[in-house]
């Protein structure tokens, strides 16, 4: 079975400041691992995604995370946050076989940036 | 393209009564799967559906059904509501069974009183 914690359930940040949210898995088999964000009153949209190769990931609206499998973490940053960035982070997880649809959500963080 | 389209996208309804959601997969797509987030227990998978099949359940109680129509159009129903049904319902879709990028509605939200 497979579980997702992350770590922070609030992250305050001031505009323009780097912001890193964390996230660690655990799994017995291999896994893909996916960041999703949902702003209020939508569904999720899927930042990025890692599924094999380079362990640096890069997504839309210039997020980016790092796979790193000996500390079992996915861990997502951005460079300098925008008020847009406001919204509920997710990590997630999905085990790499082909039938495999199921996804395990982290209990989410929420990112709120100050002005 | 259009993305995945459920509706309602508000419901409320009372303790007892029945209720089905509805799920328009993007064009292509053939697998469905639904998802219930609570603030109490996050986002949680139901199941998912793939040719009209039932491919993957999640642990939930036999009070959540679904189906998947020959379209791939999906519904989920859920019968005797409880309060803790109140939750926000999403549907995702994806292309096939082997590749695992789901694409997310916007949700249905269901109220229980």
């Known amino acids: 079975a497979q579980s997702v914690t992350q770590l922070d359930s609030q992250v305050p940040v001031f505009e323009e400041a780097p912001v890193e949210l964390r996230c660690n898995y655990s799994?017995?088999?291999?896994?893909?691992l996916f960041w999703y964000v949902q702003y209020p009153n939508q569904g999720l949209q899927l930042l990025l995604k890692y599924l094999s190769g380079s362990t640096l990931v890069k997504g839309i609206n210039g997020f980016e995370a790092e796979f790193n499998k000996s500390q079992t973490s996915f861990h997502l940053r951005k460079p300098s946050v925008h008020i847009s960035d406001t919204a509920e982070y997710f990590c997630a997880v999905s085990e790499v076989r082909s039938s495999a649809s199921k996804i395990i959500f982290g209990s989410g963080t929420r990112l709120s940036i100050r002005p | 393209k259009a993305g995945v389209t459920q509706t309602p996208r508000y419901l409320i309804k009372t303790r007892g009564q029945q209720v089905t959601l509805s799920c328009s997969p993007i064009s292509g797509h053939r697998s469905v799967s639904w998802y219930q987030q609570t603030p109490g227990q996050g986002l949680q998978f139901l199941f998912e559906?793939?040719?009209?099949?039932?491919?993957n359940k999640g642990n939930f109680p036999g009070r959540f059904s679904g189906r998947q129509f020959s379209n791939s159009r999906s519904e989920m129903n859920v019968s005797t509501l409880e309060l803790g049904d109140s939750a926000l319902y999403l549907c995702a879709s994806r292309v096939a069974e082997s590749y695992n990028e789901q694409f997310f509605g916007p949700g249905t939200r269901l109220t229980v009183l």
């Open positions: 559906y793939f040719s009209e099949t039932q491919r």
């Open positions: 799994s017995s088999v291999s896994v893909y």
